[in-house]
């Protein structure tokens, strides 16, 4: 058992609650840019007062149409301005907010409002409206149903008018740092999905380590204004972490639902935040977008040694930082800075231009490129956590970053390591239970510690890389113990590939079946002059299939003979969430898609 810890940097909250830094910081910096709010096509500032006016208004129409202290209410929204609106708004009044998916289907909001008492939810548009309204009958503590598009703001603003703004700071000043904020229910690879209790004081010591550790990153330089854009799901623990912080860490944030490249990018280019926050695919879709432009542009060539000559002083700087090596020699420092001008700067172009750090989270990012990210001129401090531990619970301090692994436990946390190499977790940012279920806190919670689920190692500076998942391990019918996450990752690596599952429980070997990302693809015929098939024949092409052999070829170096991918097979069609193949966070749901693809997988263990 390995164990490491780091002291604490700010002292947890005595008092208060979440919505009193909106009132606070109006109070003393009232002219302060706190939002930026998208609107008929063009960014506008939303000052810090106004913002406060915005959630008073709010709370008092939340009040004046029935809603209590303590009262549970869901948003199903993507992730826009009035999302954050509406959570500083409730737990103004001491409500708890429960947030779901805009993609979740009927019987997954009937599970989560039924399961937590919803007593009133706000949606975004109509579809939403219908997908609640079919359910409506099973859900009989739901009282009220506002719809965003339907101006569901001016409609409880206008209700409001008559209730005092004093009735609002006696619900705010009964609220405390125990009280629970909001009950976010976990994705669900297997099972129905739990609602995790996360209280204020989880949120504000989650956030306010996260500001005070990194807010020298924040900036792409000293003196700037620090700006983030939010296009995380605020559903998800991890976008609401973001809010949370750039709120209280007077953080100027945007808000941009889409997270595909069409619409993110000119957000980018318009908003130009100094840091942004993301998951690993969006550093992906980033770096595979560049090395198509510069392929098409007949400068493949020059990209790929740009690329490893990121990657080469990056590595030597990481060296340099933890002692052991010179750093970057004179001969690469001019080749990097040659390839600044044509390569690098065009990469960071793509973010907006003003980028220079960035947080990775929410699955593994690769250790090469994290360094390409890193010489290209954009540090990304990966990290590790879960919707128990409020989001980050480790994460790579900006002094000494190792890329490739997941960080050290952020201030005030300890990560344990136990025999059967379990992670656990210990710190103010540790959920409160599982609402309505006793049997999953008591199993999850031992002792003040979080048992994770998540396998992983810890090294002698306290840096923890994660392996896999207990409940993931594959063991074949010779007995071999397999963990999948590291081989899918690798194969995951090659732009053509979208997604991979590794199977082969209780089979004689480990096998794969793979999906295609249809851009990369769309791309890769276009060069090489084919002709764009259907998705069925596609994936008999030969050389696409050779393609893919190379991606599973550089996945088994990391394994011995017996874990290593005997067979694969691509498929025509990705696995989504509409077919339930996927959870809302992108996670493999591997028992519904081995079912789904049932005869696929058979035909890989045929003689």
Same mark, same amino acid.
């Given at each position: 058992? $390995?164990?490491?810890?780091?002291?604490?940097?700010?002292?947890?909250?005595?008092?208060?609650?979440?919505?009193?830094?909106?009132?606070?910081?109006?109070?003393?910096?009232?002219?302060?840019?706190?939002?930026?709010?998208?609107?008929?096509?063009?960014?506008?500032?939303?000052?810090?007062?106004?913002?406060?006016?915005?959630?008073?208004a709010l709370a008092k129409g939340l009040i004046a149409h029935g809603v209590r202290f303590g009262d549970r /209410?869901?948003?199903?929204?993507?992730?826009?301005?009035?999302?954050?609106?509406?959570?500083?708004?409730?737990?103004?009044?001491?409500?708890?907010?429960?947030?779901?998916?805009?993609?979740?289907? &009927?019987?997954?909001?009937?599970?989560?409002?039924?399961?937590?008492?919803?007593?009133?939810?706000?949606?975004?548009?109509?579809?939403?409206?219908?997908?609640?309204?079919?359910?409506?009958?099973?859900?009989?503590?739901?009282?009220?149903?506002?719809?965003?598009?339907?101006?569901?703001?001016?409609?409880?603003?206008?209700?409001?008018?008559?209730?005092?703004?004093?009735?609002?700071?006696?619900?705010?000043?009964?609220?405390?740092?125990?009280?629970?904020?909001?009950?976010?229910?976990?994705?669900?690879?297997?099972?129905?999905?739990?609602?995790?209790?996360?209280?204020?004081?989880?949120?504000?010591?989650?956030?306010?380590?996260?500001?005070?550790?990194?807010?020298?990153?924040?900036?792409?330089?000293?003196?700037?204004?620090?700006?983030?854009?939010?296009?995380?799901?605020?559903?998800?623990?991890?976008?609401?972490?973001?809010?949370?912080?750039?709120?209280?860490?007077?953080?100027?944030?945007?808000?941009?639902?889409?997270?595909?490249?069409?619409?993110?990018?000119?957000?980018?280019?318009?908003?130009?935040?100094?840091?942004?926050?993301?998951?690993?695919?969006?550093?992906?879709?980033?770096?595979?977008?560049?090395?198509?432009?510069?392929?098409?542009?007949?400068?493949?060539?020059?990209?790929?040694?740009?690329?490893?000559?990121?990657?080469?002083?990056?590595?030597?700087?990481?060296?340099?930082?933890?002692?052991?090596?010179?750093?970057?020699?004179?001969?690469?420092?001019?080749?990097?800075?040659?390839?600044?001008?044509?390569?690098?700067?065009?990469?960071?172009?793509?973010?907006?231009?003003?980028?220079?750090?960035?947080?990775?989270?929410?699955?593994?990012?690769?250790?090469?490129? =994290?360094?390409?990210?890193?010489?290209?001129?954009?540090?990304?401090?990966?990290?590790? =956590?879960?919707?128990?531990?409020?989001?980050?619970?480790?994460?790579?301090?900006?002094?000494?970053?190792?890329?490739?692994?997941?960080?050290?436990?952020?201030?005030?946390?300890?990560?344990?390591?136990?025999?059967?190499?379990?992670?656990?977790? $210990?710190?103010?940012?540790?959920?409160?239970?599982?609402?309505?279920?006793?049997?999953?806190?008591?199993?999850?919670? $031992?002792? =003040?510690?979080?048992?994770?689920?998540?396998?992983?190692?810890?090294?002698?500076?306290?840096?923890?890389?994660?392996?896999?998942?207990?409940?993931?391990?594959?063991?074949?019918?010779?007995?071999?113990? /397999?963990?999948?996450?590291?081989?899918?990752?690798?194969? $995951?690596?090659?732009?053509? /590939?979208?997604?991979?599952?590794?199977? =082969?429980?209780?089979?004689?070997?480990?096998?794969?079946?793979?999906?295609?990302?249809?851009?990369?693809?769309?791309?890769?015929?276009?060069?090489?002059?084919?002709?764009?098939?259907?998705?069925?024949?596609?994936?008999?092409?030969?050389?696409?299939?050779?393609?893919?052999?190379?991606? /599973?070829?550089?996945?088994?170096?990391?394994?011995?003979? &017996?874990?290593?991918?005997?067979?694969?097979?691509?498929?025509?069609?990705?696995?989504?969430?509409?077919?339930?193949?996927?959870?809302?966070?992108?996670?493999?749901?591997?028992?519904?898609?081995?079912?789904?693809?049932?005869?696929?997988?058979?035909?890989?263990?045929?003689?």
């Amino acid at each position: 058992m $390995r164990e490491f810890s780091n002291p604490p940097m700010a002292s947890a909250p005595l008092v208060g609650g979440l919505a009193d830094a909106v009132f606070d910081h109006a109070a003393e910096d009232p002219t302060r840019i706190a939002l930026g709010r998208k609107t008929d096509g063009r960014w506008q500032d939303v000052t810090s007062a106004r913002f406060r006016d915005e959630v008073l208004a709010l709370a008092k129409g939340l009040i004046a149409h029935g809603v209590r202290f303590g009262d549970r /209410v869901a948003i199903m929204s993507r992730t826009r301005y009035e999302w954050t609106l509406f959570d500083f708004a409730l737990w103004s009044i001491g409500a708890q907010v429960v947030p779901v998916y805009p993609t979740s289907s &009927a019987e997954q909001v009937v599970w989560m409002l039924h399961d937590a008492q919803v007593s009133a939810a706000m949606v975004e548009h109509e579809d939403h409206a219908m997908t609640i309204g079919s359910v409506i009958d099973r859900l009989p503590q739901l009282r009220r149903l506002w719809q965003l598009d339907a101006d569901a703001v001016g409609e409880l603003n206008g209700a409001g008018l008559d209730i005092d703004d004093e009735v609002v700071h006696r619900h705010r000043r009964a609220v405390t740092p125990e009280s629970i904020a909001t009950i976010i229910y976990t994705s669900g690879t297997t099972g129905k999905p739990k609602g995790c209790l996360v209280s204020h004081a989880n949120f504000m010591f989650e956030a306010d380590v996260m500001v005070e550790r990194w807010e020298p990153v924040f900036r792409a330089k000293r003196g700037d204004e620090a700006t983030t854009l939010l296009f995380l799901p605020l559903a998800h623990v991890f976008g609401r972490m973001v809010q949370v912080a750039a709120v209280r860490g007077r953080v100027k944030m945007g808000h941009q639902p889409n997270l595909n490249a069409a619409a993110l990018l000119p957000d980018l280019a318009a908003f130009r935040p100094s840091f942004i926050l993301a998951v690993p695919y969006i550093f992906e879709k980033v770096f595979n977008a560049a090395r198509r432009k510069a392929e098409k542009d007949g400068k493949a060539g020059a990209f790929d040694k740009a690329v490893e000559c990121a990657v080469r002083y990056a590595d030597a700087l990481e060296a340099k930082a933890f002692g052991s090596g010179p750093g970057p020699s004179a001969g690469l420092r001019m080749q990097h800075q040659l390839f600044d001008k044509l390569v690098y700067s065009k990469v960071r172009e793509a973010m907006g231009g003003r980028v220079r750090h960035a947080m990775s989270g929410g699955s593994g990012m690769d250790r090469r490129l =994290g360094l390409f990210f890193a010489g290209a001129g954009v540090t990304v401090y990966e990290g590790y =956590g879960l919707t128990e531990s409020t989001a980050a619970a480790t994460a790579n301090p900006p002094e000494r970053t190792r890329y490739g692994t997941v960080g050290q436990p952020i201030p005030g946390t300890t990560v344990r390591v136990a025999e059967d190499g379990e992670v656990w977790l $210990r710190g103010g940012n540790i959920f409160q239970g599982y609402l309505n279920d006793p049997g999953a806190t008591d199993a999850t919670l $031992r002792d =003040g510690w979080l048992a994770t689920g998540d396998l992983g190692s810890l090294d002698e500076d306290g840096y923890l890389t994660i392996t896999g998942r207990k409940k993931e391990i594959l063991v074949t019918s010779g007995g071999k113990s /397999v963990s999948p996450a590291q081989l899918e990752e690798r194969v $995951r690596d090659h732009p053509l /590939v979208a997604q991979c599952i590794v199977v =082969g429980n209780d089979r004689p070997y480990v096998a794969a079946l793979v999906t295609l990302d249809a851009e990369a693809v769309e791309h890769w015929l276009t060069m090489r002059r084919k002709p764009m098939l259907p998705p069925g024949e596609l994936v008999r092409d030969h050389d696409l299939e050779t393609e893919v052999r190379r991606a /599973v070829v550089a996945a088994n170096t990391l394994v011995s003979q &017996a874990e290593s991918i005997r067979t694969f097979r691509i498929l025509a069609h990705q696995f989504s969430e509409e077919h339930g193949l996927l959870t809302p966070s992108l996670k493999l749901k591997r028992k519904a898609i081995e079912q789904a693809y049932s005869t696929e997988v058979e035909a890989l263990y045929r003689s």
